[in-house]
């Protein structure tokens, strides 16, 4: 939710004033430049065993905690790619290098697209020329560099924020980011560049990123399967006077909000985004006994090929979401627990304290069928079982989902 001290602007990446940009196509295969010299950077990569080059080499940079530019392609994910992967991304920090006048150890890379498969040096290296010429601090750089870095996503996503601090001083938040598939909990393949003017050292931004993190990327689910490429980078300011920091030593609270919610939307952009997606679905999981439970309930339903598939087809079968419920893990009593789905303007208790509302034939599964039918479906888990929530994001399953995928080689 959207607090007074949180206003949202344009400008995206961009909305920081040192922050330049460019971002082209060629083809299949796009580059994205994001250049802000001597920034502080803060980044969170994937869990998963297998990695891509490109973030086996920009966990080692960005431990100095100095990030000047960051180069993104697309197309191609750079990963099993052997020795070749990590020498391919060393060309493409050279040439930058060469080109910017940035040292090689401020420059990050990032890659996303099909894995496996060698990198089209032919096509990145002129792609790297040509944006490196065309950086500028513009909305238009910021739309070109999130347009450049989708692969089989159907929209660019940007997000940026205003926020005013405890201490009455306005800084800005900027971020695009990518991803509509192969997306599981661990950082939802996603890419997502963030900007900031706001001033806090490394470990401080990464603890802010962390907890922005776990509350959206974290929680989005379209199909279940983790990513090799996920990275997000944090670009924060060496400006003192914009530091984060309270008079206690905490992170200012208004800040971790702003971050927060810039991220959450980005996020819901992703699962509205997702493969094939018809319909957007957020599940709001409350009253769990812990933070751990609401989590697993949430998640449990928003990744439940069935409650997809049964919102992709409008049918209000509750019964899948009871059942995704009971095999989460969660702490909760089946006799106290209520469930209703919602539209904007409808809302329909198809169990309520337990009690079966959702028969055939009754008013509540009739008014359910027709929020099924909605594009964005809201469900809603009381657990009554202690004051903990959580809220996760994903998408329907279609058959355009399978079509894609079956054929994302070929």
Known sequence: MKKSFIRIVDGGICVVDDVEASGLKNGKYGLTIIKRENSIGAGLFTSNKVKAAPVIYTKKIISDGEISIIVANSGNANCFTGSGGMADCDKMVELTSKLLNIPKNQIAIASTGVIGRTMPMEIILPLIEECSKNLENSSKA???SA??????DFVSKEF??????????????????????MIAPNMATMLCFLTTDAYGEKDILKKALKEAVDLSFNMVVVDGDESTNDEIILLGSKNKDNSILTESGGIDSNFQEALNFLCQNLAKMMAKDGEGATKFIEVHVFNGKSQNDVIKASKSIVSSSLVKTAVFGGDPNWGRIVSAVGYSGADFNPNNVSISVNSKDKTSYLVKNGEILGFEDTSSLKDAEDIMQEKEIKIIVDLNNGSYEATAYGCDFSYDYVKINAEYTT
């Open 147 to 152: 347009n450049a870095i989708l692969t089989t």
């Open 142 to 144: 910021s739309k070109d």
């Open 160 to 181: 940026s924020v205003e926020v005013t601090l405890l201490n009455g001083k306005i800084i800005k938040i900027g971020g695009i980011a990518k991803g509509s598939g």
